[in-house]
Every structure is written in C-alpha cells, then in structure tokens.
C-alpha cells in the first residue's frame, strides 16, 4: 500500500495519520520534537530536525507524497523533499502563506478585501504606515505566528514604540483594525484534477488569541455564504492547489474581509468529524492521493469547542452528553493554553 509522508507530528498530523490509515494507507510522521501527539497513531516516526538532510532524504525516500500539517517548514527542506518525492498542496502555497506580507499581497492580487496594511522593518516605516493606515492597528510578525502569538495591538500611536518592541526585530505587517461583526473560516479541498468541495462555512470564537469554538451554521446571509466559498475556491484556483485549505474570514457590513489562509486541515475544520460523511481529514488525504473527493455537505448542526488546558477536568462530565463526541490528542502534560483536545456537540440532525 501508499504510505503518506507528514511533515509535524502534532494533532493535525495526529487526525491525518488515523484518516490515511482509514483509507488503506500507512503513514510516515517526520517531527523534530519527542513524543509527537501523532507518533502514537502513525505506523513510522522520524525524529530528527529539519537540517539534518540525510533523515529528510530517507523519509521522503520511503513515502509516495509528502504533506504537511504547519506551514512554517524551512525552505532548505522543501527543496530537498521536492527532489525525492511530490509535495503536496505544492511549494506556491507554502511561500505565500508561510508570509503574511506576500500573503495579503496575493489576496489583494486575487481582487479579494483584506486590512488595510504595510510592511514594517523599523520605527520610520511604522510612523509612514500609522498615518496612512490610522488606529486602532495590529501589528504582527510576518513569519511564524499563530494563536494569536507575534502580534501587538495599538490603539493609539504612542503605542509605536513598544510594537515595535515586540516584534523583536523580525519584520512586521502593520494592518488596520477591521470591525467585523464576528468570524467566519471556510474549510475548501481542490483535487488533483482540479475539482473543488467546501464545507460549509463555520463561525469562530476566539479568547485570549486561540480558537475556543466554531459552530455551523454559522450567522451569515446566502449571498455571503455563496461569497465566502467562492472566494475560497478562487484561492484554490490561483494556487493550483492540492489539498484542504483553511480561509479565515471577518464579516463586516461592507462584504467579507480575508484575515489569514491556512495551506492545510485547520483547527476551525474539526466539526466536520461528526457533521459531514467525509471531514477535512480524509478530504485532505484522499485530495493528495489523487481520490476523488467527498461532496463536502454538513449532515447536522454542531459546536466544536477546544479543550484548551484544564478543560481536561470537564471530559468525564462531556462524555455523559450522548450528543458530544470527543477527540482528545494523546498529550501527556496539560499546560495552560495548550490545545489537549476537543469536542464536537451534534445539535440537530439536518
Ligand atoms: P491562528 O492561530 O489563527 O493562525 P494568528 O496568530 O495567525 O492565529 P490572526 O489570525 O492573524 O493570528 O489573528 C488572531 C485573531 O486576532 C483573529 O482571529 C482576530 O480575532 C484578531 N485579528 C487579527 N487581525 C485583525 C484585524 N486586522 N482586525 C481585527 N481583528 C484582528
Ligand atoms: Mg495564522
Ligand atoms: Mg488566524
């Protein structure tokens, strides 16, 4: 049989590697990291770092295609991999979206609405870009952020200084503050032969920068629904991308407004595990393997919520709710703000 390379061993890697196994596949984790979340599932693990070439070249060498479950995988590697085996979604997606300056950039392209922004380097860019772009403004890191981390908010332009501060040197994006009435994420699939499936779109909450829950339907009107997944397929299009793609959307009254695209399966993307007949997980495997992909159509209502740190406590309580179905990830020490698991509550069938 196939075997599946992923690059991360955490729980995206975790959920890929049980739908692969799902299919008929086995699967290859590569991770830097010890005791990686998805090497308690997966049939091989590699533990070596990203610049250690000779591990890179026997994984790819012992996989039929490589994907990947974060999108911060250095380049030195990508080219390596690339030598030896196809990876998939492809190079494209991974150089855009591992920035956000030639992300937003684009998106802009692509004729879609994003924040107002600019590229940061030092103080003088930061003056130039408040008086075009005003406050309140966000800035953040242009490379390796995620739950929120790498970002500084400023609601006044005293707040330049300390920012700036915070970004540690790294260069930034300045973007404009959007006041979007809530969230939104479009989980989209392009195949190998170019079909596109959406899930319906999920709305998202968010506290202290990391997703708490998701819930479909969410609060969106037919026409911003249909936008949404247009715009989604459009990304798809311009990438000639293979793969699940995660969109996060704000919803403002002007139309909808592109924060962030995600090259892989995404935290906003679990209730389909209990909503859909095929998730975003085997969606992901069966795109990369050239399988014809699942319709993408939502069976019932359901809240997804993250079980972020102690919420382990609540688990014995969650699983006497016969309507909640639980995913918890295999992490062996509970820290606060890490994501141990989560919970997909089926609201009503449909
Ligand atoms: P993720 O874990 O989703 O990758 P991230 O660290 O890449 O997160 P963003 O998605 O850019 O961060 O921002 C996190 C959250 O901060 C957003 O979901 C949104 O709630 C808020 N936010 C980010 N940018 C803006 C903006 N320009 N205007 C208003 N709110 C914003
Ligand atoms: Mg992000
Ligand atoms: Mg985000």
Redesign the pocket.
């Known amino acids: 049989g196939a075997v599946i390379g992923i690059l991360g061993g955490g729980q995206l890697g975790r959920m890929l590697s049980v739908a692969a196994s799902r299919l008929g596949f086995r699967s290859h984790i590569y991770e830097p990291g010890a005791n990686p979340p998805a090497g308690q599932v997966a049939d091989q693990v590699t533990t070596a770092a990203y610049d250690d070439r000779a591990a890179l070249a026997r994984f790819a060498e012992s996989v039929d295609v490589v994907t990947y479950e974060f999108e911060n995988i250095p380049t030195r590697a990508l080219d390596l991999l690339e030598t030896h085996r196809p990876i998939r979604p492809g190079r494209e997606a991974l150089r855009i979206s591992q920035d956000r300056l030639t992300e937003k950039t684009f998106l802009r392209k692509l004729g879609l609405t994003t924040?107002p922004f600019a590229g940061i380097v030092d103080m003088g860019d930061l003056k130039a870009a408040l008086k075009q772009i005003g406050t309140p403004a966000?800035l953040?890191t242009r490379r390796l952020?995620?739950?929120?981390?790498?970002?500084a908010r400023l609601l006044r332009p005293e707040d330049a200084a300390n920012a700036l501060i915070a970004m540690d040197g790294a260069p930034a994006v300045l973007?404009?503050?959007?006041d979007?009435s809530h969230?939104v994420s479009v989980i989209a699939a392009r195949g190998l032969t170019g079909e596109v499936a959406c899930f319906d779109p999920g709305e998202?909450v968010?506290r202290d920068?990391?997703?708490r829950t998701t819930t479909v339907p969410a609060k969106l009107t037919p026409a911003q629904r249909t936008d949404a997944i247009l715009l989604a397929a459009n990304i798809l299009n311009a990438l000639d991308y293979v793969g699940v793609l995660g969109v996060?959307l704000?919803v403002t009254p002007q139309g909808l407004v592109v924060?962030?695209i995600?090259p892989r399966v995404h935290n906003s993307g679990h209730w389909t595990q209990n909503g859909c007949a095929v998730d975003q997980f085997e969606q992901h495997i069966r795109a990369i393997a050239g399988w014809p992909l699942g319709g993408g159509q939502r069976h019932a209502d359901v809240v997804m919520e993250n079980l972020i740190g102690d919420d382990m406590d609540r688990v014995p309580q969650l699983a006497r709710d016969p309507d909640t179905a639980i995913h918890l990830y295999g992490k062996a020490d509970v820290k606060p703000g890490r994501k141990m698991g989560h919970v997909n509550r089926i609201k009503r069938s449909v």
């Not at 952020?145 to 970002?151: H, I």
């Not at 973007?175 to 959007?178: D, L, N, Q």
Request: proline share 0%.
């Open positions: 924040a966000i953040k952020g995620y739950d929120g981390k790498g970002q973007e404009g503050f959007v979007f969230e998202n968010h920068g990391i997703l996060e704000f924060n962030e995600a």
